[in-house]
């Protein structure tokens, strides 16, 4: 084995960083004494930009040994890793197999139903790695055939695409990287305009389509109508939807939505109303139970949707239940 | 040392843990193959359930040693650890110093900042551990004082206490868990309804308020006007405001209180609008650009926030200082 890289010589000082000065430069925010400490760096490392946070990362490469240095959150530390120590070390101890990768994304189905049913497809494809990653939404399948030349690589991939879009059939999302992405593309291309009405998510879902940068392109705005009030007022929810059937009801999950659709001058709308809990649920209504609404031109209509978990968890799951309905409704890909 | 704990025997095969079937149960959801091999356990090991997922923990506290065994995600497994595995190893290996504690939150202040702040109290306070964690919209100061006595330790945590209010006034939060729970408490303790109106953040304003369970007693709902168009009809912004200022102003974002507040039927409301990024900054009103406008009764007010970061970051910290302003209005605690 190669020697161990020598020791990190002693820390420089520069006066900070430019991707600090940056950071707080143009807002005129006073740069606190400890994130000027963050910016220091040790003499002789390439300095791998934070454009998350204030601490850089920093790498040594040296006689076949890496030594990355990355500061302290994940979600700055890793997309320096992803970004910046990745490719290096790829360039630097890259292999002489051919490798070819393909990303599936999957929608309106559990990490734990989608590991299930790819099972076949995963063991019969020999010299292919697979990771199964859940993201809010989607279901990513990150695919990596080896060979020895490109040709035979790409093949074995080909192979794999054709098993895994036929396994899940129904569940393919083909736009963006994350489901808000992709359902604003699809919306892009039909030029249509999205409205919101939501109760137990209660800003969930609008926040989750604004995660999007540029969403005013596709996304009007939402009614979050948590009390029954603004329900009628904003929405005109019917005073006797709600006496007969109560908010949390498939008719008023459809009269929230066509509201939505109408009053903001939209060309689709969705809605929510559920029980999050922890309580409130019934017999009839667990919690976990929510009624999700969509309003098309010419066509309203609302389904069932229960999710286990947590408050938290339930509604980030109907959230994106919410979203790969409409997702499925604007693309309606043959076979999918 | 003592011996290492015997081998592992051999896995259970229950068919099913009773929490996997309370989760899936009352739903009447079908049990994936995968959540049921989930719920396998090892013999001997003390079961610790696992509110958030299907993937029990598993315990083995044998001779001296602990072994713990917590399924995969972060959000399961910190639960776990901080619910059943840290009692029982505090009950299995205490100490016979005598240890007192005492948790501080601060909100409107970044972690670098408090902990700059603090450092001289920190200094100055031998026999006392602390540990600052950054939360989202609260730091918070753990401080655990260690002595011979309860009496000793309590006398070290009191002086502890007296320095780190002094030290923080103006950044005390004195209600809740959360900052969106402390406003929560402050709302019902005046009887109080809230309602929003946001642009810039989407919805996550909303969202975040009703994190908390049983949120409905103090917050009506809120109006996401990501266009122009909803700011006017749902809000009441007059277009001579859009036209002279932008929708990025002062003075939009004290209409969007009001007219929040006014048409919703609360009694206060908050308001934000602003810039998120990436992209629409200007040198005047670069990315991260907020106004946070704020209606009481008979009073509304606006005032400019400019926080760093990505998009992501940008919103989150703009809802906190959002939510801060409003906790210190309510609050008015002296000295804070």
């Known amino acids: 084995p190669p020697p161990p890289p020598s020791a990190p010589p002693p820390p420089s000082r520069p006066p900070l960083s430019a991707a600090t000065r940056r950071r707080f430069g143009p807002l005129r925010l006073r740069v606190p004494a400890e994130n000027r400490r963050q910016a220091f760096v040790l003499r002789g490392a390439r300095v791998l930009s934070n454009a998350r946070g204030s601490a850089p990362g920093q790498l040594f490469l040296e006689r076949g040994r890496a030594l990355a240095l990355l500061p302290g959150p994940f979600s700055e530390m890793a997309p320096m890793f992803l ?12 292999s002489r197999l051919r ?11 559990s990490e734990s139903a ?6 076949p497809v995963l063991r019969a494809s020999r010299g292919v790695e697979f990771t199964l990653l859940a ?5 990513e399948l990150h695919a ?12 074995a991939l080909e192979l794999v695409r054709a098993r895994v879009e036929r396994r899940m059939r129904g569940h393919l999302c083909r736009h963006g990287e994350t489901l808000e992405s992709a359902l604003g593309e699809a919306l ?5 305009r999205l409205a919101a009405a939501e109760s137990c998510t209660g800003g969930l879902l609008s926040k989750r389509l604004t995660d999007v940068p540029g969403a005013s392109r596709w996304f009007l705005g939402s009614a979050v109508a948590y009390g029954n009030a603004l ?3 904003l929405l005109g929810v019917s005073g006797r939807t709600l006496a007969r059937f109560g908010a949390v009801s498939a008719a008023c999950a459809r009269e929230m939505a066509r509201g939505a659709r109408e009053r903001f001058g939209a060309d689709a709308a969705l809605s929510i109303t559920g029980i999050a809990g922890p309580t409130g649920g019934t017999k009839a209504k667990p919690v976990g139970t929510a009624f999700i609404g969509l309003s098309l031109p010419g066509r309203t209509t609302a389904f069932r949707r229960v999710s286990p978990g947590t408050r938290e968890g339930i509604r980030e799951r109907t959230v994106s239940a919410a979203l ?6 604007l693309t309606r890909i043959p076979g999918n």
Not at 135 to 139: A, E, H, I, R, S
Not at 144 to 155: C, K, L, M, N, V
Not at 324 to 329: D, F, I, M, P
């Open 83 to 94: 970004e910046a120590v990745l490719p290096a070390l790829r360039k630097r101890f890259a």
């Open 99 to 109: 490798v070819r990768r393909a990303l599936f994304r999957f929608g309106g189905i």
């Open 114 to 119: 989608a590991d299930e049913r790819l099972r």
């Open 135 to 139: 993201g809010p939404g989607l279901v």
């Open 144 to 155: 990596s055939a080896s060979a020895a030349t490109a040709r035979g690589a790409q093949e």
């Open 188 to 192: 892009l291309q039909r030029g249509w």
């Open 231 to 233: 329900k009628r007022s």
């Open 324 to 329: 790969w309905r409409l997702y499925r409704e």
